[in-house]
């Protein structure tokens, strides 16, 4: 139980990996917070529900842990600090947070539209952003606190129809770092997790079948699994939600606790293929 009564703020903790955090750190003694903005958005893949973000919370609350579930949009500052308030009126502090919100869209560069650039931008690096800083006025009060971020694959490497989205995941990376420094006397730790494919609605979707496989007029499941294989030396199609969460865990834990400014990935491999 290396999160005994701790809280752990999750931005985009309605499913996917934001769940997986939310029930591994709950198992492990840590109370949860959860946002998610849980509407339609302009993504090639199913947006989540107000019934996943419940669903997240009734599993942490089957692990006897207080969880604290609200709506809200990382792009918004006042919902992060109005959630922060309200964390630390019923919790009464918050140890870690965990800047885990994104979304994914796809166009090459000449079909990119601005709308979808800034909105991409906003809520995966600007998210990140307006999360520390509602959290950070907390953690620096107590003198401690972990600050874990969540870039990509596609923040070490470009692999094209992304401009967008790659540009924000290679900004978490240099702004945590930059975080890292600033924060390094104080007690508080920020570094950042870099995912390969991990099997979420995002990353697994009808969808993104059909983009992977254009010359098959009826792709299935299985010939997709097969295609991502070939990106991870490991020969497997994408990771569990739990690698990450695992990771993050790692990162949180005493264990890491002169760890700041640094980026781990779980990739299965694809990182053995990057420079130095």
């Known amino acids: 139980m290396r999160f005994t009564d ?39 893949y199913p947006s989540s529900t ?26 918004v500052p006042a919902d992060l600090e109005n959630l922060v308030s309200r964390t630390v009126a019923e919790l009464g502090r918050i140890d870690i947070l965990i800047a885990n919100a994104g979304i994914l869209h796809n166009a090459p560069i000449a079909e990119l539209a601005v709308d979808d650039f800034e909105r991409v931008v906003a809520t995966n690096l600007g998210g990140v952003f307006n999360a520390v800083k509602a959290v950070l006025p907390v953690m620096l009060n107590q003198g ?45 730790t920020a570094n950042v997790v870099c995912p390969g494919s991990v099997d979420t609605p995002m990353a697994v979707n009808d969808k993104l079948v059909k983009a992977f ?23 497997v199609p994408w990771v569990e939600p739990v690698d990450i969460s695992r990771t993050i865990m790692h990162l949180a834990s005493d264990a890491a606790r002169y760890v700041t400014g640094d980026v781990l990935t779980v990739s299965a491999g694809m990182m053995a293929k990057n420079s130095s």
């Open 6 to 44: 701790q809280v752990v703020l999750i931005t985009g903790g309605a499913r996917g990996q934001g769940r997986s955090h939310a029930v591994e750190f709950s198992r492990e003694g840590a109370d949860i917070v959860l946002v998610d903005l849980c509407a339609p958005l302009d993504v090639p």
């Open 50 to 75: 107000l019934a996943d973000l419940e669903e997240t919370r009734r599993l942490v609350t089957e692990q006897g842990r207080q969880c604290i579930a609200v709506q809200g949009d990382v792009r």
């Open 144 to 188: 401690s606190g972990r600050i874990i971020a969540i870039s990509s694959m596609a923040g070490r490497r470009a692999y094209g129809r992304a401009a967008h989205y790659a540009a924000s995941k290679w900004g978490i990376i240099g702004m945590i770092k930059d975080i890292a420094l600033d924060l390094a006397p104080t007690g508080i």
């Open 213 to 235: 496989l254009p010359a098959s007029s009826n792709p299935t499941m299985e010939e997709f699994r097969v295609e991502m294989a070939k990106f991870h030396p490991q020969r």
